[in-house]
């Protein structure tokens, strides 16, 4: 584990936001690249991928905002006691899964309209 309390901040801040600017890099070559075999498809057919695109977008930038969240309430509770980061590590567990179910129904409901 790396002293973050040692050293240059802005070194530190660009050494653990690399893999977020990676990742969202990926995430936009990806929405490019399905956009490239998309486009023979028609106008409608780019159109929904980038409105998927963007709605992936938004997904990825809360779950990063509630990740960062999650771990500064188990980091803050964990230096006065234990117990409360623990709950805090529970409680963002059965957010996560909550989360899932909405969103599983969610494409549950667009995947398949007709047979509700």
Request: glycine share 10%.
């Amino acid at each position: 584990m790396k002293d973050l309390t040692q050293g240059s901040v802005t070194r530190h801040l660009l050494h653990m936001s690399a893999f977020l600017a990676v990742s969202m890099v990926a995430q936009t070559l990806y929405l490019l690249a399905d956009l490239y075999w998309v486009g023979h498809l028609g106008k409608e057919a780019i159109a929904a991928v980038g409105v998927a695109g963007n709605m992936t977008m938004i997904v990825l930038a809360l779950t990063q905002m509630l990740g960062v969240g999650t771990t500064t309430l188990i980091i803050a509770s964990g230096r006065t006691k234990g117990s409360a980061a623990r709950r805090s590590g529970v409680q963002s567990v059965f957010r996560d899964v909550d989360r899932d179910r909405v969103r599983a129904g969610c494409c549950r409901l667009h995947s398949a309209p007709d047979v509700l």
